[in-house]
């Protein structure tokens, strides 16, 4: 089944400076990359997501690149603000076992400073 | 128009007890996913539903769980003879038909507490 890492597990950045979370997916036939950010004790937030026929999408301060050949998709956050404070989550849709279930990496924890 | 709907929000149960877990999906929506996310961890999937059929369960444990979306009324996630290790959140989110690369909508979470 479909595998996904996530990078890094915790990231402290200054407010204003740009934060990266970088993700490697394993089954090539994956074609749908969502991003969700949730806060303590709330439930996960879509903010962006990408299907495979893109190699990149923007949002205001949020953008999420795809690499298919390298089986791996980045989200990228710029001047980070103390509300962008929350566990970013990254996924991808398996086709295997039919339907559209979604394989979450593990999160990463990220603190933006004052 | 309402989110998806989880009830109870938290629950609180001693080992051996049965647990229920329901959820509303969106409206319009008649496709169900159920996630366990364990303590400081990521998602799971445990189980994909439409009305009255189970799709995928490949997620869910063997025993003691158990899931079903009736025609009528909220998909329901259960556990049997809870143990200290199904403490966690259970999240469902919904879509609108199942295709593929649609959107996941998740609701509040139920937080299990296995005393």
């Known amino acids: 089944g479909e595998n996904v890492e996530q990078h890094p597990s915790t990231l402290s950045v200054q407010e204003g400076d740009s934060a990266v979370i970088k993700c490697t997916y394993s089954?090539?036939?994956?074609?749908?990359f969502p991003w969700y950010k949730q806060e303590l004790g709330k439930r996960p937030q879509l903010i962006i997501d990408?299907?495979?026929?893109?190699g990149e999408k923007k949002d205001q301060r949020i953008a999420v690149t795809l690499n298919k050949t390298a089986k791996h998709f980045s989200l990228h956050i710029t001047e980070t603000q103390p509300e962008d404070s929350a566990v970013y989550f990254c996924?991808?849709?398996?086709?295997?076992?039919?339907?559209?279930?979604?394989?979450f990496g593990t999160g990463t924890q990220l603190k933006v400073e004052l | 128009n309402a989110g998806v709907m989880q009830n109870p929000r938290h629950l609180v149960r001693r080992r051996g007890q049965e647990a229920r877990l329901r959820c509303s999906p969106m409206?319009?929506?008649?496709?169900v996913y159920w996630y366990r996310q364990l303590p400081e961890e990521g998602l799971k999937f445990m189980v994909y539903?439409?009305?009255?059929?189970?799709?995928?369960e490949s997620g869910m444990p063997k025993e003691r769980f158990s899931a079903e979306f009736p025609k009528e009324g909220p998909s329901i996630l259960r556990i049997q003879q809870v143990v200290r290790g199904d403490s966690a959140a259970y999240f469902c989110?919904?879509?609108?038909?199942?295709?593929?690369?649609?959107?996941?909508?998740f609701g509040p979470g139920t937080r299990l507490l296995v005393l």
């Open positions: 989110a919904s879509s609108p038909t199942g295709r593929l690369g649609e959107t996941q909508y």
């Open positions: 089954d090539s036939a994956s074609n749908y």
């Open positions: 990408i299907r495979s026929n893109v």
């Open positions: 996924a991808a849709s398996a086709v295997t076992g039919g339907g559209n279930k979604l394989t």
């Open positions: 409206k319009g929506h008649s496709h």
């Open positions: 539903l439409q009305k009255e059929n189970i799709i995928d």
